[in-house]
């Protein structure tokens, strides 16, 4: 949809539409992650929870004996939304661009920015804490990823040894495919080239012919779906950085209902016309088995 120029000013009819567009946009090209995990949708108010549950395993009935209850681990993770913005100044020269067309590289420029930002909330929630309450005293407490589902970098990248043993975790879990789970694992240009270059990996019984004909990680091969994400955070010393694998209910992602696309002159910027772009987002990690963090030698 185009509008004509009124007096070369940028309208209030095409505000309204830059708005529109930007916000069907974001909720139709969706980021690499987001179709990985659980999108709880639009979220009211600051924050969202969790509930998490733990497992209950029966056991020998004694004839009129007592009966015993098993209690299981329940809690609620507490989720909050932060609030991300963007703003972009636009050359004079390119005002009548924008006005001819609303699905310009502005547009495009800003969806890809929010959807990056998207993609860092996510991996984040995937490898960081998260707050939980006891359901039975109240307790809050910061849950991290336990040992049990790191992989150690030991001096070496991306190998068929670390893929094998994180694939195992989430079967002695309980949360592999066999459990109606799909189980996705991020990776960088570098990885990328590490994979392609193992024989160990490329070769024809472990990997499909047409990943090593096409030059690119198979997007599933080893049971696991690989997602493209170049921004692995690294360790505090460089040593190694975080690839992850994850289930597609590892983590559940809220957007907040402040959502809000402005396009306005800066007075105190000799009227340079700008877009201003500003929303609130949130994701969280459900189960920590569900997870396995993988490292990389950097």
């Not at 109240?138 to 992989?151: D, E, S």
């Not at 030991?154 to 495919?177: H, M, P, Q, Y």
Request: a neutral charge; one cysteine or more; aromatic letters at 8%.
């Amino acid at each position: 949809m185009t509008f004509a120029a009124n007096q070369n000013k940028i309208t209030a009819a095409y505000v309204t539409q830059f708005h529109d567009t930007f916000e069907i946009n974001c909720q139709q090209k969706e980021s690499r992650l987001l179709k990985t995990v659980h999108n709880r949708g639009k979220i009211t108010g600051s924050s969202f929870t969790i509930n998490d549950m733990g497992s209950l395993e029966m056991k020998e009935r004694t004839r009129y004996g007592n009966t015993e209850w098993d209690l299981p681990d329940a809690g609620t993770r507490r989720v909050y939304l932060a609030d991300k913005d963007l703003a972009v100044p636009i050359e004079k020269m390119d005002i009548p661009k924008l006005l001819a067309d609303i699905q310009g590289p502005y547009m495009k420029a800003c969806v890809y920015a929010y959807q990056r930002k998207v993609d860092d909330v996510i991996y984040n929630a995937l490898i960081g804490g998260i707050d939980r309450v006891d359901a039975y005293n109240g307790a809050v407490t910061k849950v991290q990823l336990p040992n049990t589902q790191i992989i150690t970098h030991s001096g070496t990248g991306i190998t068929k040894d670390k893929i094998l043993v994180a694939k195992s975790i989430f079967r002695a879990n309980e949360c592999d495919e066999q459990n109606g789970e799909t189980i996705y694992m991020t990776y960088d240009a570098a990885m990328m080239v590490e994979l392609l270059g193992d024989t160990t990996l490329t070769s024809a019984d472990f990997m499909s012919i047409k990943m090593l004909q096409a030059g690119q990680v198979g997007v599933n091969w080893c049971g696991v779906t690989w997602i493209p994400y170049e921004k692995l955070a690294k360790s505090t010393d460089g040593a190694y950085k975080k690839a992850v694998m994850y289930t597609n209910s590892a983590v559940h992602y809220g957007q907040g209902s402040a959502f809000d696309v402005d396009i306005s002159k800066r007075p105190d910027k000799n009227n340079t016309l700008q877009i201003y772009v500003d929303a609130s987002m949130a994701a969280g990690r459900a189960n920590e088995q569900k997870v396995v963090e993988v490292q990389i030698a950097a």
